[in-house]
C-alpha cells in the first residue's frame, strides 16, 4: 500500500522557514492529489495546502503568501515551504494523499506519521 513519510521539521525562531518533505513509496503519487494538514495540542486538524496532478494549489488563508506546496515526481515528493513562521503555526503536520472529498476536508485515503513543527517567539 502506499506510504507517506514525513520529515524536516524542527524547532526555529518566529521569522525563519523551514521546508518539509513528504516521500511516497506508493504507485500513485505521479497521478494523485498531495496535501498538508496540521494539528496543534487540543485543536482539530486543518487544512493548510494541497497540490493536484496538474499542479494546481490550494492553501488555507492564513498561510498564503508564506507557504509554497510543489511536487518533484521523479523523487516521489512532495514539499512544504514555510517560510515567515509565527508562533501559531506550531503543529504536528502532517502529509496526505488521495482526497475522497473536498481537498479542505480531513477525509483522505493515506497519511503520514507526522512531523512536529516548533516557532518559538
Known amino acids: 500500500q502506499v506510504q507517506l513519510v514525513e520529515s524536516g521539521g524542527g524547532l526555529v525562531q518566529a521569522g525563519g522557514s523551514l521546508r518539509l518533505s513528504c516521500a511516497s513509496s506508493?504507485?500513485?503519487?505521479?497521478?494523485?492529489?498531495m496535501g498538508w494538514f496540521r494539528q496543534a495540542p487540543g485543536q482539530e486538524r486543518e487544512f493548510v495546502a494541497a497540490?493536484?496532478?496538474?499542479?494546481?494549489?490550494y492553501y488555507v488563508d492564513s498561510v498564503k503568501g508564506r507557504f509554497t506546496i510543489s511536487r518533484e515526481n521523479a523523487k516521489n515528493t512532495v514539499y512544504l515551504q514555510m517560510n515567515s513562521l509565527k508562533p501559531e503555526d506550531t503543529a504536528v503536520y502532517y502529509c496526505?494523499?488521495?482526497?475522497?472529498?473536498?481537498?479542505?476536508?480531513?477525509?483522505?485515503?493515506?497519511w503520514g506519521q507526522g512531523t512536529q513543527v516548533t516557532v518559538s517567539s
Open positions: 496526505a494523499a488521495d482526497p475522497r472529498s473536498d481537498y479542505t476536508s480531513v477525509d483522505w485515503r493515506f
Open positions: 506508493g504507485p500513485t503519487f505521479n497521478i494523485n492529489p
Open positions: 497540490i493536484t496532478w496538474n499542479a494546481r494549489t
